[in-house]
């Protein structure tokens, strides 16, 4: 597979002073492209789930049968796409110096972004709101092509009697999207020295920030209408199972109803999500070179993407065999599509101290204490989403995804620090040494890193299970975990054996109308402390010559920091056991370099 992507930017900018204003305003143009291939390849070779949900087995007992739960292939006929758009913005601001002690900064942005054309013309849309009568039949949903699309015939038969329209047929661009023209962001900020010296300084400001969709739509759509994805859920007839890899694991005739998946279609109103930010920042100069900064964050999201599963049948009691039938759109398997509607809230109390050089020591600490929630991210975000969000648990509420965004700390601290060892002619020790002693003891630098913070926020699932009847175990992934109310969410003895407690956690029943309980990032997994240490030495041979030398060492301490459990399903062997470090943040074992170097 290739891909590909540029953006070529124009931007110019016009600055006037007048008194007590410096106004400006500016433009920006950016021509972006992406060129995408090889649609849809993890497919074409069969894709096999075992999960029991069929076949009521462990899932590796069925593997080793060759008896899958749920089948998928597929077959393309045009695999690349390469679209492209130009986005504009235009902006004004004035930094006003009201008085000598306070200064106001305010503006506005316009920004426009049209979605991408495809060269290629091979994208599609679902229409979900178009119904038509064919045959005597009322047929709820249609697919909008570019003009000039290719119309892959297994695709088109498995979803008979929904229509295909061409963009004009269907009233639409041939970006198969409409664009907000009225994505208007306002900011204003200000400065205050409350005294008269210059030791104290108020900041805070509020801005609102438009997000730029880019590629997301066109790829939403990336050859959907060329190729054709069938899903096939087992069944067991007479203890026999109708897909099996040693007969056949797809069915005879690929051009059934209600197996055609729409991988991924976009809104065709997609909306420019964006978020408000807000700051409030008190600095004060504590004297020694040190600076005390406070400040509180917060942002809240608006209208931000998500991923929905249109075709998803209501929670239910009857089962997903039984309620298919009430489906929104029956003659399909699964629509996912890119949404716009999510929320998110951050707030977070930042406090730091910087100390510039001086007395042969400088540093900089902080402290942050953050919560960041939000609906977007999926039933069970294990990474950060994509533009277009996670695919929600329940496309009739999603706010039952609202919870801890997954890799936001809690609590961080972190310093660090250079300190020019106090000893030799130019220290506060031994300033009487000989030049011999001197040149051992004198000009090494001692820096280091520290941090201590929590750890990510993690969601518990339960493979297999299908509580809202509606079959997402199979089309989505493993939903969610029961709680038990009132059992510690931890064991006494927590280890890397058991990180979490699994009595805190229970496999939902099936078809009981609702999804597991357990709400999004629910524990805590584990933290980091790692102190890296390096000392040099620098000395000088002659003008414009030096050599230094030295060793570092990271996670110096060889604090063992372990990485998430692998495992987070509820019920399976090695629940929630830790079988790996972290390897970023300087978190991994400890690790020794010993360096040198010559610069002229």
Do not use: C
């Amino acid at each position: 597979s290739v891909s590909r992507s540029q953006t070529k930017q124009l931007i110019d900018n016009l600055t006037m002073t007048k008194g007590a204003h410096t106004y400006k305003v500016g433009a920006d143009v950016r021509h972006l492209s992406a060129y995408f291939s090889n649609v849809f390849s993890a497919y074409r070779e069969g894709e096999y789930t075992f999960n029991g949900s069929v076949s009521g087995m462990n899932p590796y007992q069925a593997f080793m049968l060759g008896i899958p739960d749920q089948t998928s292939v597929g077959i393309v006929d045009v695999p690349d796409s390469n679209g492209s758009a130009v986005h504009y913005g235009l902006f004004a601001q004035d930094d006003w110096k009201v008085t000598s002690r306070l200064t106001i900064n305010y503006g506005i942005r316009w920004e426009y972004h049209p979605p991408f054309t495809d060269a290629l013309k091979n994208i599609a849309v679902f229409l979900p709101d178009n119904y038509a009568v064919i045959n005597g039949q009322t047929v709820h949903g249609a697919v909008a092509v570019s003009q000039g699309a290719v119309i892959d015939p297994t695709f088109a038969a498995s979803i008979a009697p929904t229509p295909i329209f061409t963009a004009a047929q269907a009233g639409l661009n041939n970006q198969l999207h409409t664009s907000d023209k009225t994505s208007f962001a306002p900011r204003i900020g200000f400065a205050y020295r409350p005294f008269k010296s210059d030791k104290t300084v108020i900041r805070g400001g509020y801005g609102k920030f438009i997000e730029a969709m880019l590629g997301t739509l066109t790829s939403a759509g990336w050859a959907v209408n060329s190729s054709y994805v069938g899903t096939f859920t087992n069944s067991i007839v007479n203890g026999v199972p109708t897909l099996s890899m040693a007969t056949s694991p797809f069915p005879s005739n690929l051009a059934l109803p209600g197996v055609q998946s729409f991988q991924l279609s976009a809104d065709v109103h997609y909306h420019d999500p964006y978020v408000q930010q807000w700051n409030l920042t008190i600095e004060q100069d504590l004297g020694f070179n040190t600076g005390l900064r406070v400040s509180y964050d917060g942002n809240h999201g608006s209208g931000l993407g998500y991923t929905q599963n249109i075709n998803q049948v209501a929670p239910n009691t009857i089962g997903f065999s039984k309620a298919s039938a009430g489906a929104p759109y029956p003659v399909w398997a699964y629509i996912a599509q890119e949404s716009t509607g999510a929320r998110s809230n951050y707030d977070a109390l930042t406090v730091s101290a910087k100390k510039r050089m001086s007395q042969g020591l400088q540093f900089a600490t902080s402290y942050a204490f953050a919560k960041n929630l939000s609906n977007g991210q999926g039933y069970n975000p294990t990474a950060f989403p994509t533009q277009a969000g996670g695919t929600v648990s329940d496309i009739y509420n999603i706010n039952l995804d609202y919870g801890n965004v997954s890799f936001t700390h809690r609590q961080r601290f972190q310093t660090t620090f250079l300190y020019d060892l106090p000893f030799g002619r130019k220290g506060m020790f031994l300033t009487k040494a000989n030049k011999m002693l001197d040149a051992v003891v004198g000009g090494w630098e001692l820096s280091g890193v520290a941090l201590f913070q929590t750890g990510p926020f993690m969601t518990i699932v339960a493979p297999g299970a299908d509580p809202a009847g509606n079959n997402s175990n199979n089309t989505s992934g493993a939903g969610r975990a029961d709680i038990n109310s009132g059992v510690p969410l931890y064991p006494t003895n927590q280890g890397v054996a058991d990180w979490i407690n699994p009595a805190a956690f229970a496999k939902p029943a099936n078809n009981i109308g609702r999804i597991g309980n357990s709400p999004v990032g629910s524990v805590v997994g584990p933290g980091t402390q790692a102190v890296s240490l390096s000392i040099f030495k620098t000395i000088a041979i002659r003008e414009g010559v030096r050599f230094q030398f030295g060793a570092s060492a990271s996670n110096a301490l060889n604090h063992a920091n372990y990485a998430v459990p692998s495992n987070l399903k509820i019920g399976t062997a090695g629940f929630s056991s830790l079988t790996n470090v972290q390897t970023t943040e300087n978190g991994g074992p400890r690790s020794v370099q010993v360096t040198a170097r010559l610069s002229f």
